[in-house]
């Protein structure tokens, strides 16, 4: 489901917008798997910003939305 999720990364607020998937616990016939969250954008001041960003920072956002959607449920 696609989500918009306002964080802050450095000091500066941003809105990450992706597709997040929640993980799921397994079972003894089919393993386990962790949520996902796949960034498209990243909205700083409107301003989509993605292109300039590291896979590393890209990465660590994804992590920061997964940890706030699942705060919120």
Do not use: H
């Not at 997040?20 to 301003?47: A, E, H, I, T, W």
């Amino acid at each position: 489901m696609k989500k918009e999720i306002t964080l802050e990364y450095d000091n500066i607020a941003l809105v990450v917008v992706g597709e997040y998937q929640k993980g799921q616990d397994g079972s003894y016939m089919y393993p386990d798997f962790s949520s996902d969250f796949n960034c498209f954008k990243v909205l700083c001041g409107r301003q989509d910003i993605i292109d300039i960003l590291e896979q590393e920072v890209i990465d660590e956002l994804e992590n920061k939305a997964i940890e706030i959607i699942e705060e919120q449920w």
